[in-house]
């Protein structure tokens, strides 16, 4: 006879039917909860859905193939989850085991269906029955091991995973699930007697029905139906509390992932239209976040990821990106429980939602929203693309709309408008740092095939004009026909940007691009990778559109081509460490150009380098601490970014700290010199150059 078993075999017929109701119940209920959340979402600004749908279908499919590749690979592949040891595993279990299970629950019941419809369409028997017998038992134990892992963490309660009460209850009816699961099986293997493979394709419930062969067939199925039942109540529960609890992110995380916008380093511009329109800059109440934001809030299961990448947060800032979405969350919700469903922001103003603190000032706290060094470490850790960055930039559109930011960093924009650069020095001076270099400029040599964008810090800044010497050296001596644009530079507009200055930022770009575009500028080539992602991401949104390279590509070229050549074999180096700027490595992944042009910058091989690569580098790299502004701001000695930064390079035992950013220049030049330490700190450029005896 064909292997095989009943769906609802040794269930009574009343107690299908009080199945099949508890099921509509509780779908009712899982369905209530997901409403409620998603009418809270639907409360933000729209992301052009409907306009999305109506569009051409070439359109829709372009736009649609990238995000469904993410919820193959990241949804279902579970590709952002890998990455942190055994807890990555034991989630890529938990979830291969649900989705197997669910899967195969799924199929018993459209079994169930057909053969009530005709026994001849019943396809749960034969070599299909058994393949899903033995699937689902081996997946029930990797499901059971994920959930003993998870349970076990929990008790060691690590400070950054997010703790709940009904985390216990979450795991604690995976693991009773899955249990009864087995029980379930072994009993009915004890009452049903099946025997060869349809007894076998169930190893570990025959296991089980071992321990229970003292059973009798009455007491066995007394015993099956009283644990199915135990079973199915679980069951139900699991799916009634999935909107209600840290399992909602079973449903929006995957939402998330297919609605985020891609890719780091990008920001959304702001119109004066818009503005004039909605009479707001930026985000000030949290149903101006737009309806993707919200339901990113929740998607977070509170897995601390990104707190434990924050460089604010590893320097005792009161910033933590994971309690920054879980605060905004939580406020989002208090809304929606004392107004019922979100009504807009004045409307809740004027039906007296007083008790809930106002978003700036009560929910997110200045010194937090100025804390970010904008640096994307969160962003590239979360598993589900939530963005902390994106919303505290928009926050911050806001605060600096309304003139609430003051002190250092509102000089430095001022400054910025006022004269072109944050130091406030003059135009005139941009390029006195190339006397005596015969340096071409643009407006005098038109045929140029590059252009060298020095930056606000190459220009004015002392310690890195010594790198714009440097490489104007290189470049010359490689004999690249390149121009600078000297006073009629502007600073890209990368800080006041980030800072939340949206106005200035696009002043400053429009005027750099109807300069570029006056010489038919195409390509680029930079040693600021602020200045980089600026040109590259920021200015495509204006019509800028450039071939743009980091210093180090460019160098990397020059000497794979034999334009720069390094005799070869150099002396051995004193130890050297390189340090990944984030907006090179992590924004823009540039991170094998810089090691190129070191390995090359002492032997053509490695023998002569003793590079020591710090623990976080490349993607992975800590930030410096001057991003997103924070360059512009007074920091507490005692709690500096760079401070700990460097403590990791000097840790190498490297004597030499290489950078390929002038922000990380003055940053870990700071850091060692806090330390008394008496490593270098030098540019890429720089080491090249001394390589070279330029
Ligand atoms: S925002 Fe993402 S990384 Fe951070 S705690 Fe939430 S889910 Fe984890
Ligand atoms: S961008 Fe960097 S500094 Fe800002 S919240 Fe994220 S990890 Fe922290």
Redesign the pocket.
Known sequence: MSPSRETFGNIPHGGIVFFYWLTVVSIAAFTYGIWRRFQLWKKGLPIGVRAFIAGRLTEIWSRLRPRLARLLTEGLGQKRVTGRGLAGWSHIALFAGFMILFLGTTMLELDHLASGISQALKFHKGTYYVIYEFTLDIFGLIFLAGCLYFLWRRTRRPRSLGHRATDWYVLGSFLAIGLTGYIVEGLRIVWQHPTGIAAHCSPIGLVISGWLSGLTDAGARSMHRAVWWIHAVLVFGFIVSVPYTRLLHLITGPLNIFFAPGGLGRMVPLSMEEVEKTERIGVSAIDQFNQQQLLSLD?????????EACPAFATDKPLS??KV?QDLKGHMTRILNQNGLLTSTKENQSIGCTQEPALHGGVIQAETLWSCTACSA?VR????R?D?LTLLTDMRRNRVGEGTLSGTAATALRRMQSSGNPWGLPAADRAVWAEGLEVPLAKEKSDFDILYWVGCAGSYDRRAQRVSRAMVKLLKLAKVNFAILGREEKCTGDSPRRLGDEFLFQELAQVNIETMAKYNVRKILTQCPHCLNSLLKDYVQFGGHYEVLHHTQFLEQLLAEGRLEVEAPGPQTEPITYHDPCYLARVNGIHQAPRNVLTASHTSSTSGLDLREMPRNREKTFCCGAGGGRMWMEEDPKKRVCTQRSAEALSTGAKTIAVGCPFCLTMMSDGVATQNESARVLDLAEILAERLRL
């Open positions: 998607a977070c299961m509170e897995c601390g990821r990104c707190e990106p994971k979405v969160c850790v979360c598993p589900v939530i902390p």
